[in-house]
């Protein structure tokens, strides 16, 4: 068997969960009708879900239409690349007990503001690889 | 007007080219029945389209189903990040002309492999935003 057809190395859960809570960017895909959409943005994965601050705009919009969402985070260490996808459900925090609590985490906003919206994911699968970086084999 | 509330810069179609055109890494957001995935790759922004080499798999599958993606890359500069998303078709190219110019293209699979799909994802729309970075203020 040749190492270089590997896919990378696939994670276990606990490895990806991991990696997402070193880490503090990511992106949000969300879709509506079909038509993806995707949102680069500030998170915390912390309490078994990621934790989000978002101002009111088409993000939440769709939200409310579709709330299946995906979310990735990524980096780079040691000349390996990791990528980590959860597919889960989000929800618009509204009862102020929730939000209370979500106001202590250590989430920032990408984007400067005052107003924010709170949002979190709960997982529903976790996934992970890592892959060695390097030049491409000859192709066959 | 408060410039911190202003939710960044928005750029140009020309400077959210010029920024996917310098850059080889982004996210390609998918879905199927309404559930989003995204996967990271390395890709090409050139001749007004997105290429993407990958390999058979889930990926392929999803854009056979929905062609309908959308695509992100980002990056930081100069203590501003930016963040570029297209909008657009996913096509796997089939002709075997298609794929010999394709092949010579600089695209790597960030993944090593020696079988790769070509994949050209035709922007509808590109919208792109620059954010200076810094500590949120007060909220009101």
Redesign the interface.
């Known amino acids: 068997m040749n190492t270089?057809?590997?896919?990378?190395v696939v994670l276990s859960r606990e490895e990806a969960w991991e990696l997402l809570q070193g880490s503090r960017f990511g992106?949000l895909?969300?879709?509506?009708a079909?038509?993806?959409?995707?949102?680069?943005l500030n998170y915390l994965a912390t309490q078994e879900k990621i934790w989000i601050r978002t101002?009111p705009?088409s993000k939440l919009a769709e939200l409310t239409v579709?709330s299946?969402?995906?979310?990735?985070a990524?980096g780079l260490s040691d000349g390996t690349?990791w990528?980590v996808?959860v597919?889960g459900v989000a929800r618009i925090l509204e009862s102020q007990t929730e939000i209370d609590a979500a106001d202590l985490l250590p989430v920032?906003?990408?984007?400067?503001?005052?107003?924010?919206t709170h949002v979190e994911v709960t997982p529903a699968s976790v996934s992970g690889r890592r892959?060695?970086l390097?030049?491409?084999?000859?192709?066959?």
Chains 1, 2 share one sequence.
């Open positions: 270089d057809e590997e896919p990378g992106r895909a969300v879709s509506v079909n038509q993806p959409d995707v949102y680069p101002n705009g579709n299946l969402v995906a979310f990735e990524d690349a990528s996808v597919k920032e906003p990408w984007i400067k503001t005052r107003m924010w892959f060695v390097g030049a491409e084999p000859e192709r066959c």
